[in-house]
């Protein structure tokens, strides 16, 4: 049988991804067809409906992918919408603490370990017909949907400890470089010492934790990927659709236009 992605993560297998900040199932059709392990959808910073936010699911599914979603806050309707429409997981921007941790649990799971609103009726659910068999759907969405957290501040640092031992709790962390170095004084300087090390806190805390839970990082360049490994890492995300696009395009006139002004000389 096939592993499901919180399986993949769980064994240490290296994955990779990207987020998606337009609001196109074709972006998330292509990066399936680039062999993608999964997209991030992002609300946090890009707006979506929810319509548009099926249809990338449904894209992602095309070609195995696994559909996170970065909701804009941890709450519980966001969360429970995200989840009915069948995305694979959630990705919680700004994890600080405990709370954070179990107010999303809460939101994400079925009892006995949650408290996920029960509907029959939903995407997630085969539009219904799971009525039949919906104790055991709600078991098997428990051992499946993905819980990730974003470490991206000094408070997320700091208490980083108490975040890994929620139970249940996340089953991934990943350090956002960026707003982690604003946040610890350093601004844009993600290969600051400080911001270095206050990162491999965290994936030494992840990686040496009772439950060994799987740390991810974003990367500038594909191949520094290597480095994180040696450090823990194994899950990777590699910039978004809209600055992939932004670079390509960038690239391909300049390209043009020299050599143009080239065949002039």
Not at 57 to 81: C, D, F, H, P, Q
Not at 91 to 103: S, Y
Request: proline share 4%; charged share 25%; hydrophobic share 45%.
């Amino acid at each position: 049988m096939e592993k499901t992605f919180k399986q993949r993560l769980a064994s240490g297998e290296a994955v990779f991804g990207s987020f998606v900040f337009l609001a196109s199932p074709d972006i998330v059709e292509i990066m399936g067809m680039a062999g993608f392990d999964y997209v991030i959808i992002d609300l946090e910073h890009s707006p979506k409906d929810w319509s548009s936010i099926a249809n990338m699911i449904r894209a992602a599914e095309l070609y195995g992918m696994a559909s996170l979603i970065r909701v804009r806050e941890n709450s519980e309707k966001t969360i429970l919408e995200a989840l009915e429409l069948g995305a694979t997981g959630i990705v919680l921007p700004f994890v600080q603490n405990a709370t954070d941790v179990i107010r999303a649990t809460r939101a994400s799971n079925y009892p006995p370990l949650g408290m996920r609103g029960t509907c029959t009726l939903t995407r997630a659910a085969r539009y219904g017909s799971l009525r039949s068999s919906f104790i055991e759907h709600s078991q098997i969405q428990n051992e499946k949907v993905v819980l990730i957290g974003q470490i991206e501040d000094r408070l997320g640092v700091e208490n980083v400890q108490e975040i890994l031992s929620c139970d249940p709790g996340l089953d991934a962390l990943i350090v956002g470089r960026s707003d982690l170095a604003s946040s610890l004084g350093k601004p844009g300087q993600v290969e600051d010492p400080i911001v270095l090390l206050a990162t491999e806190t965290v994936i030494k805390a992840a990686r040496e934790h009772k439950r060994s839970i799987p740390s991810g990082i974003g990367l500038y360049n594909p191949a520094e990927a290597s480095k994180w490994v040696e450090v823990g890492c194994g899950f990777f995300f590699y910039s978004a659709d809209t600055a992939m696009m932004a670079e390509v395009t960038s690239n391909a006139a300049k390209a043009f236009k020299n050599a143009v002004a080239d065949k002039k000389k």
